[in-house]
């Protein structure tokens, strides 16, 4: 009896045959999960590298973009002299307006300009001229002022004046600042034309371009 009781303590442990295979199973387990891990996070960063690429696209498509500011005649007044001559004989105009001009901004910066002149034709001969002083347009914004000019026939060989067609003409120099890490110079030009109507005394037709 004792011999058979050592034998039973001095055998060996018996094994589960299942336990490997239980083992090999949570491995396989484990790399599957860390190889999806893996997929989802290159999917994450491949995801942020698009979306950033899409902001920094939009971004230098629009807020970076610098374009080009638009100079106009926006309307204008006849509140002073207004002598008009409209004979066969000897037309003439002696005119005074005030005319508003619009400095148009549409960049995502301000615009900072320098002094310049408008300058007004009768045809191809210079009628008037009137000073711009410098200034700053805010971003997405249009700056407006007025300005006096004396429209003056003299030296012109004018015909019916019924209505007065002019042109006027001119240009500003400036720079765009984007979030004061981008500057850009940029001119502003006008070529507008429009009617005085001497019997109603008010712009029409006007057109800028």
Not at 22 to 44: G, H, L, S, T
Not at 93 to 108: L, P
Not at 112 to 126: I, L, M, P, R
Request: glycine share 6%; proline share 3%; net charge positive.
């Amino acid at each position: 009896m004792a011999g058979e009781g050592e034998k039973a303590q001095n055998a060996p442990p018996q094994m589960n045959p299942y336990g490997r295979v239980d083992e090999e199973v949570a491995e396989v387990a484990q790399r599957d999960e860390r190889r999806r891990k893996r997929i989802k996070c290159f999917a994450y960063l491949a995801a942020f590298v698009v979306f950033q690429t899409a902001v920094f696209l939009i971004f230098g498509l629009t807020i970076m973009k610098v374009r080009t500011p638009k100079l106009r005649v926006r309307s204008a007044a006849f509140d002073g002299t207004f002598n008009v001559v409209n004979t066969s004989a000897a037309p003439s105009f002696d005119i005074r307006m005030v005319a508003e001009i619009g400095v148009r901004n549409a960049n995502f910066g301000r615009y900072k300009y320098q002094n310049s002149t408008v300058e007004f034709y009768y045809g191809a001969t210079k009628v008037g001229e009137a000073f711009i002083p410098r200034a700053t347009a805010k971003a997405r914004s249009t700056r407006k002022f007025n300005v006096t000019v004396d429209l003056s026939s003299a030296g012109v060989a004018a015909g019916e004046l019924s209505v007065i067609p002019l042109t006027s003409r001119s240009a500003v120099r400036g720079k765009v600042e984007i979030m004061k890490i981008m500057k850009k110079n940029k001119s502003a030009n006008m070529n507008c034309s429009m009617q005085i109507d001497v019997q109603s005394r008010q712009l029409h037709q006007l057109s800028c371009r």
